[in-house]
């Protein structure tokens, strides 16, 4: 498979995650051009914060390949990832990150730190922006949806007392 075909199975993985009431991000790990594992954030679902996608696609690429070392996997991911993630991605050796939309409030490859230039024994290479549009498209309809459902939600009133 080719790059852009890896990021349309991270985006369906996404699109899942959105469906569950997810923050629609989704991760695939493959080797070469064959994935290995693929996976979608589910911490809301599974009430867990290390339930982010890119952490359940490396925990299952290194259960089906029977090591934790990655070195030869590279990571698609919908958007950039995060301190915990990019700590994950280092310690399990993968080779390439590819990611769609940046993330201007966590994301550690670059927007609001890299990681992955720091001392750190493994420098996975980067790429940005695969796309991106489409990433950053889910993400925005995701939390339009939620911003309006809360609106829609009737606020608690305390009665009135004489």
């Not at 695939?28 to 890119?54: Q, S, Y």
């Not at 939620?146 to 009665?159: F, H, I, Q, S, T």
Request: hydrophobic letters at 45%; one cysteine or more.
């Amino acid at each position: 498979m080719t790059d852009y075909e890896l990021m349309g199975a991270a985006l369906a993985e996404a699109e899942q995650a959105a469906a569950l009431g997810e923050v629609p991000v989704g991760a695939v790990v493959a080797r070469d051009g064959e994935i290995i594992a693929a996976a979608h954030n589910t911490r809301e679902t599974e009430k867990n914060a290390l339930h982010h996608a890119e952490l359940l696609a490396i925990d299952a690429a290194c259960k089906k390949l029977g090591g934790w070392r990655l070195w030869q996997c590279e990571l698609f991911v919908t958007l950039e990832p995060c301190p915990m993630c990019s700590g994950a991605i280092i310690n399990s050796r993968i080779k390439r990150v590819v990611y769609g939309a940046a993330d201007t409030k966590a994301g550690c490859c670059g927007s609001v730190a890299d990681l992955f230039a720091m001392p750190f024994n493994h420098h996975p290479a980067v790429e940005r922006g695969l796309r991106a549009e489409e990433a950053q498209a889910l993400l925005q309809a995701f939390f339009l949806q939620l911003r309006e459902k809360r609106a829609a939600k009737p606020r608690w009133k305390p009665p009135v007392t004489k």
